[in-house]
């Protein structure tokens, strides 16, 4: 009786001492391959959530995202009239709930007395979430990409630092490299950071140049091209020769020369296999979970 009671006693302090979540380790091992610009895996963006299947830039959306095992969700923000930050991609409501009016004439808890919309413009339960409770959701889980967010950069640190979440939120925008340099300059603790290039006008490629000539590389560059050529691709190997990850979006056409979701539909293998071969290792997309599903088949997405 004496060796079971001791044995049942070391048993569970075995128990106890094993991690307890183990979502914590993926989130760690996304950062990791954030940062890591010799692995082949893909990591899957999902755009603004799971819409397909729940309200753009809810808190179900994000979730979504993290039951299907993407990698980033990427989110909107914006500011309400008493400055609190929201997650809307519009300057409006009026797409995405059923109220109208600019985001920043309401206050949070006027914005909370309406519904988000799901896309086929049906009223769901849902009310748009502040990035406090989006971060929660995502906390430990999935690493979130915030778009339409440079300006708000302050406020956005100030939610993160609050939560213990900083390490796993990646920014992006179109800001000059000295501006972005003076910005992470005053502050300890940043968020991972990545410039927006549409590499085929003058001031895409100024950017790039800026970026790609320093010793000091971002972890990923987001490259928007509306048709392929050989500046496209040369500008492409040039992100991946400097150790660095190539970002690339199937949203629509305009932003990948058509290799997009939709044309994905039929034959993710002519679409999808083609991005792979760009050398792209951060896929954006509305249709996550073909997208997961193709790269599984190729050994690129656990």
């Known amino acids: 009786m004496k060796k079971s009671l001791l044995l049942l006693l070391f048993t569970l302090i075995i128990v106890s001492c094993k991690p307890q979540n183990d979502n914590q380790l993926r989130t760690d091992k996304i950062i990791s391959e954030i940062n890591n610009p010799k692995s082949k895996n893909v990591l899957v963006v999902v755009h603004r959530g799971d819409w397909r299947n729940h309200p753009e830039n809810s808190l179900a959306a994000i979730q979504s995202a993290i039951d299907m095992k993407a990698d980033v969700v990427e989110v909107d923000l914006k500011l309400t009239k008493d400055s609190i930050l929201?997650?809307?991609?519009d300057q409006t409501i009026d797409r995405t709930t059923n109220g109208t009016g600019k985001v920043g004439d309401f206050t949070l808890d006027s914005l909370k007395s309406f519904k988000l919309k799901f896309a086929d413009g049906t009223i769901s339960d849902q009310t748009i979430p502040t990035l406090e409770e989006a971060l929660l959701v995502a906390k430990d889980q999935i690493v979130v990409n915030l778009d339409h967010a440079y300006w708000l950069y302050d406020q956005a640190l100030a939610v993160t630092e609050k939560l213990g979440v900083t390490n796993?939120?990646?920014?992006?925008?179109?800001?000059?490299?000295?501006?972005?340099?003076?910005?992470?300059?005053?502050?300890?603790?940043n968020f991972m950071y990545m410039p927006i290039v549409n590499i085929c006008i003058e001031p895409g490629k100024e950017l790039f140049d800026s970026y790609i000539s320093d010793e000091n590389q971002p972890v990923a560059y987001e490259i928007c091209w509306p048709k392929m050529d050989d500046s496209v691709k040369q500008s492409m190997a040039q992100i991946i020769e400097k150790g660095s990850k190539l970002w690339v979006n199937t949203l629509w056409p305009s932003l990948n020369g058509g290799l997009c979701d939709e044309a994905a539909k039929d034959n993710p293998e002519l679409i999808y296999g083609q991005i792979v071969e760009l050398g792209a290792t951060m896929v954006q997309t509305d249709r996550p979970a073909l997208l997961i599903e193709y790269l599984r088949t190729q050994g690129l997405h656990e």
């Not at 929201?86 to 991609?89: A, D, E, G, W, Y």
């Not at 000059?176 to 502050?187: G, I």
């Open 86 to 89: 929201v997650l809307c991609h």
């Open 168 to 189: 796993q939120i990646l920014m992006k925008g179109a800001s000059p490299k000295s501006v972005v340099e003076e910005k992470l300059a005053q502050y300890e603790n």
